[in-house]
């Protein structure tokens, strides 16, 4: 979708509904597309109805996310996305959520994220139901490293602040933790550069040079919360790598959750969850899980096996 496409829709949902215009304000750059805000659009509209009235401010930095027993439909959806998952991740922790396409691995990230309310169970954040909180506060704690992340067409460091006032020594931190260092020190005006090529001087990226900028975005955030969601789809072997170390450098302060399919990966993690048609059906370290010669390790075998058959 074409981003003046996107930003029509969201001008006019904003007139259309305030409580968005606030949405759009609070999420301050952590939602990633067009589409995945449209998304977010449609539940919150379906949502917003079975919300309190009165609700509480948001605790502080909050230290232990939980999801238990929940269980969720998209509307209009034929079945459950996530049915009866209980998971948790606390600060000082970097959990992974693997399974394969359409298990409910983003589904269950963006319920922790109390992005979407379940239809049962209970999502609550260092004890508290979150349906209880201001949900606005709660989003200001949540990093959000989407699958399909934007470019926006603004200059390095707009991409990399997006609306938060622009701090030196952070930005120079996220873009080093992202990898996003070496991209802007490739540019010739650094981090006035303006990313896209349709205006003057303007220049445009590769796909692993912006999954760059769009995790420089999120680690800028500083949140408790941060949810990378297949962040080194587009990055080389040495980018991964470092990614990861830093992800499990950030995790010591923060809760990270690690969506992906590189079963390599779940080894930087204190546990994976496995996902199965929405229910997670295994848990534990990698060598625990490799152990149980369950879903992770018949996964793990068949990804071995398509790197083995490679000539
Ligand atoms: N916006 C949506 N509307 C309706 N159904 C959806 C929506 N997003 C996801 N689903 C459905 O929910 C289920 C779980 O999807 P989800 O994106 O959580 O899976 P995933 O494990 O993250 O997949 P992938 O590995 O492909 O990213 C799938 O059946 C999917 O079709």
């Known amino acids: 979708m074409p981003l003046s496409a996107v930003g029509a829709a969201v001008f006019g949902v904003q007139l259309a509904n305030r409580s968005l215009g606030s949405l759009v304000l609070s999420l301050n750059g952590c939602y990633e597309s067009g589409l995945y805000f449209l998304d977010l659009v449609e539940f919150l509209n379906a949502t917003s109805a079975r919300r309190r009235p009165a609700l509480a401010p948001a605790p502080p930095e909050v230290s232990h996310f939980e999801v238990d027993n929940i269980s969720f439909s998209y ?64 989003w200001n704690q949540v990093g959000f490293i989407a699958q399909d992340f934007t470019r926006w067409p603004f200059s390095a460091r707009d991409n990399i602040t997006m609306g938060k006032p622009v701090d ?11 990898g996003a260092d070496v991209v802007i020190e490739s540019l010739d005006a650094g981090y006035d550069t303006l990313l896209d090529r349709r205006f003057k001087s303007g220049l445009e990226l590769s796909k692993g040079q912006w999954q760059r900028m769009a995790a420089a975005r999120a680690f800028y955030r500083d949140c408790a919360l941060l949810i990378c969601d297949e962040p ?18 950030y ?10 399919h590189r079963l390599e990966n779940v080894r930087h993690c204190d546990r994976a969850y496995v996902l199965v048609h929405g229910r997670v059906t295994e848990s534990g370290g990698h060598d625990e899980l490799m152990s ?15 790197w083995a058959a490679v000539p």
Request: proline share 3%; glycine share 10%.
């Open 75 to 138: 509307p209009g959806g034929s079945s459950a996305a996530v049915r009866g998952v209980s998971l948790n991740v606390r600060r000082g922790e970097m959990i992974a959520l693997v399974g394969e396409n359409g298990s409910g691995k983003s589904t269950v990230a963006k319920l922790l994220a109390a992005l979407y309310d379940p239809d049962q169970g209970q999502i609550r954040w260092d004890g508290e139901p979150v349906t209880e909180a201001r949900r606005e506060e709660l």
């Open 168 to 178: 030196l020594g952070s930005l120079r931190l996220a873009s080093s933790r992202a």
């Open 232 to 249: 080194t789809a587009a990055l080389d072997a040495r980018g991964e790598q470092a990614f990861l170390h830093a992800l499990r450098e």
């Open 251 to 260: 995790a010591r302060e923060k809760a990270v959750v690690l969506i992906t």
């Open 292 to 306: 149980l010669r369950g879903a992770f390790y018949e996964l793990y075998q068949l990804q071995a096996d398509r």
